[in-house]
């Protein structure tokens, strides 16, 4: 059984940094897209980052120039660092394996002074 497990988050103030992690166990990620979304409740999920086999890196808007994504895949593991977080970036913090629609459980992260 594939499952994701996040961690990392927690409260920071905001300008602050913040490094979440994605671990994976039950298949290897060394060939798949690895994407990370968050959700604000009421809101859609929205994609923050995404990274392929080949460490190519793709952000949303908000993310573009703050936030970094990179993998270890001898470690299965995604991360999501998160720099100069602003109070709009609280959320939920999902990591997601497209290829076979699986996600983890989240991680709040919560940017307030």
């Known amino acids: 059984q594939v499952q994701l497990v996040e961690s990392g988050g927690g409260s920071v103030q905001p300008g602050g940094t913040l490094r979440l992690s994605c671990v994976v166990s039950?298949?290897?990620?060394?060939?798949?897209?690895m994407r990370w979304y968050r959700q604000v409740p009421g809101k859609q999920r929205e994609l923050v980052a995404s990274?392929?086999?080949?460490?190519?890196?793709r952000f949303g808007e908000s993310a573009m120039g703050r936030f970094t994504i990179f993998r270890d895949n001898a470690k299965s593991t995604v991360y999501l660092g998160m720099n100069r977080v602003r109070p709009e970036d609280t959320a939920v913090y999902y990591c997601?394996?497209?290829?076979?629609?699986?996600w983890g459980q989240g991680t709040l992260v919560t940017v307030s002074s």
């Open positions: 997601n394996l497209p290829i076979l629609d699986v």
């Open positions: 990274i392929d086999d080949d460490g190519n890196t």
């Open positions: 039950g298949t290897s990620i060394r060939s798949h897209i």
